[in-house]
């Protein structure tokens, strides 16, 4: 019995050993598995997160283009503005001009001579409440006859507002 009891400490040396083998060879491949898990997660929350970077990236860009876009509208718009603006103002030259000399023409055909009645015998304040509502000829005609007679700065200084603000 010496030989059966040898061989089958033998025999179960060898399956045990088998096992260990065996054994040692699964935890490797499980490992290995959880190792390549671990690493595919990584590369996929790195993508993940990658992505979302971008698209913020892109979210932020398009917001600066369209802001940049209405900018531009309305840097052209107020140069179309100004362009019809000018345009028209060309096209109503000569009408201005034509009416301003049916007005003098006028003036001078009734006599009245400066653009408010009675303007020597009105104080500056009076003159002052009369202003709205003239040209900018008729104002430089008042302020050139300020000038010559009266020289009030009080008034001469308020022509020069109104022409300056109707030349701006």
Sequence with gaps: MDYMEKSGRVTERVARTTGDSYKTVLDFAVSIGERNVRFAQGVTDSYIKELRHQAEANRALTHELVERAEGQRGAFQAVVNETLDAYMDFLYTPLSYYKEGLRLVERE????????ANYDELNVDEVSKRLDGLSAAE??????????????????????????????
């Design 109 to 116: 055909a009734t006599g009245g001579g400066l653009p408010i």
């Design 139 to 168: 104002i430089r005609e008042l302020r050139i006859y300020e000038k010559q007679n009266k020289s009030r700065e009080t008034l001469i200084d308020q022509f020069d507002r109104k022409l300056k603000a109707a030349s701006a």
